[in-house]
């Protein structure tokens, strides 16, 4: 798996089934979240002590609010892409139904038949891009509420460093 560390940009891999890692380029710690082939990264709240400047608990949770906000913003992009290709597939496999019908009107069987197995095969496409958007939809809602809880710990926080 790669990813851009979300610091220092340093693009760096990792297997999948970690759900630690460290940037080898900042030594930043973060935690994995891998959902629908969506990787997450996360600072880790906790992370070892490093040598060199120590950022303050509220900085990490900024950091996360931020990470969250692109988060939710390329799902809302993959949420609209996979509504919109899943629906036109639907739109061409009604519109292979209709070949299909027409083939049969016309007594054009194997015609009719091919019509029919690619409205078949369109309308499974469809209903996976949906499904997928539907799920990834969810994952989008899960998001935005853990924003709002970083806000809420965020605005807790705030009165100590004012
Ligand atoms: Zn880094």
């Known amino acids: 798996m790669r990813y851009d560390c979300p610091k220092c940009a340093h693009e760096f891999s990792f297997p999948d089934h970690l759900n630690k890692v460290s940037c080898p380029m900042c030594g930043e710690c973060y935690l994995v979240h891998t959902y629908q082939n969506v990787v997450m990264l996360y600072l880790d709240p906790t992370p ?12 990490r949770l900024l950091f996360n609010i931020r990470l969250l906000t692109k988060q939710i913003q390329y799902l809302e992009r993959r949420v609209t892409q996979d509504r919109i290709s899943g629906l036109s597939s639907l739109a061409l496999a009604m519109l292979f139904v209709s070949f299909a019908g027409f083939g049969l009107l016309m007594q054009r069987l194997l015609f ?10 369109m309308f499974g496409i469809g209903i996976l891009a949906l499904k997928s958007s539907a799920k990834l939809r969810s994952l989008l809602h899960k ?5 709002e809880l970083l806000r809420r710990q965020m605005s807790r926080q705030a009165p100590k460093f004012f």
């Open 112 to 121: 009719a038949v091919l019509c029919a197995i690619v409205a078949t095969a």
């Open 48 to 59: 070892p002590q490093r040598t060199g400047k120590t950022d303050d608990d509220s900085e």
């Open 143 to 147: 998001q935005v509420g853990q924003r």
